[in-house]
């Protein structure tokens, strides 16, 4: 294999021709995706499977449109807050005729951005004319270069923020590590930096991810605040047509989920749809979105909510909003 590639280069007769060529399909990429608007020099251009793969896509996009409906990049995004219900408000809004969102979370800008905004777009279920697009991901608001990648995409998107109380939020965010890691140790030994000072450990993600208004900050470098809505991860246990409604506003669509989608399952301590999107069946969220915690004492929770009050009162002033954990 190796001989025949050296003779390839050495003698055939074609071998300029199809360098040139090569480089004129990467052109011709280049320019396609500077004419939609994005300046990542992280695409792969040079990659001939994917090219293959483009112009297929290409083909079936035009049998789409044909059918009138195309895939898109997201209008809107459910950026976070883990363990806050952000599940459980993508699924509330499936059900909505003009909502549209891939099965599982893409991690397009956290994990997988050097994929390339073509890649992003081709995770997407497609749409018609007046649905929209939305993408959940729940480790975007709290990751570093996520805003500024988001805002090359679009100035204009919409962001959607669940957030509850951050204690309890930490509390469940350790469960359920500690169910993946049977060692972790106990939340009481993980979040003080020691035990003696009772200093809180800042630099450990449950309680790191807690500081809203710290995260907030790095996103309204990129957008203004009026482009982020913040949804009560409490409010949408206790009344979720209310927060649906606003969210509903927010997103520039007709209000067509309401009260009468919902019903409260006792048992599980959790409101469930009357008539899941798929199957029209009567549905609640999975048995892993309501966890039993461990006990941790008193004193413990006093100390995480004194450490938080001073975070929660600017994420108050930040968003307009009391989220009534203090
Ligand atoms: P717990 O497991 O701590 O109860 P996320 O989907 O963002 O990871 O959030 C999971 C949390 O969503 C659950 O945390 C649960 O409290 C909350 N939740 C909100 N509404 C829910 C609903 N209708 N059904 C199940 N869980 C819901």
Request: aromatic share 12%.
């Amino acid at each position: 294999e190796a001989k025949k590639g050296v003779i390839f280069d050495a003698v055939h007769p074609h071998k300029d021709a199809l360098i040139k060529n090569k480089h004129q399909n990467e052109k011709l990429y280049q320019e396609d995706t500077e004419v939609v608007g994005f300046h990542d020099d992280t695409f792969y251009l040079d990659d001939e499977e994917r090219l293959e793969k483009d112009d297929k896509e290409f083909s079936n996009g035009l049998q789409n449109i044909e059918k009138n409906a195309s895939k898109k990049l997201p209008q809107a995004l459910i950026i976070g807050v883990k363990k806050s219900g952000t599940k459980a408000l993508l699924e509330f809004l499936r059900i909505h005729p003009d909502i549209r969102a891939p099965g599982a979370e893409v991690h397009f800008f956290d994990k997988f951005y050097s994929k390339g905004f073509k890649w992003y777009r081709r995770q997407m279920p497609s749409t018609l004319d007046g649905q929209i697009t939305i993408e959940k991901t729940q480790s975007y608001f709290t990751t570093k270069d996520v805003p500024k990648r988001v805002r090359t995409m679009s100035k204009d998107v919409k962001l959607l923020v669940v957030v509850r109380d951050p204690v309890t939020r930490a509390i469940s965010d350790y469960t359920q590590s500690s169910i993946k890691h049977k060692d972790l140790g106990r939340f009481e030994d993980l979040v003080f930096v020691d035990n003696t000072t009772g200093l809180v450990d800042t630099s450990w993600t449950p309680i790191k991810t807690g500081v809203y208004a710290k995260h907030l900050e790095r996103w309204i470098n990129y957008f203004p605040i009026e482009n982020i809505h913040f949804v009560s991860g409490e409010e949408l246990i206790r009344d979720p047509a209310t927060e649906l409604e606003m969210v509903q506003k927010f997103l520039g669509l007709k209000v067509v989920i309401t009260n009468k989608h919902f019903y409260f399952n006792v048992s599980r301590g959790f409101p469930c749809l009357k008539k899941q999107e798929k199957h029209g069946r009567p549905h609640c969220l999975g048995v892993s979105k309501s966890r039993d915690y461990p006990f941790i004492k008193d004193k413990v929770i006093k100390r995480l909510r004194n450490f938080y009050k001073p975070f929660n009162r600017r994420f108050y002033q930040m968003t307009g909003r009391d989220f009534n954990w203090i």
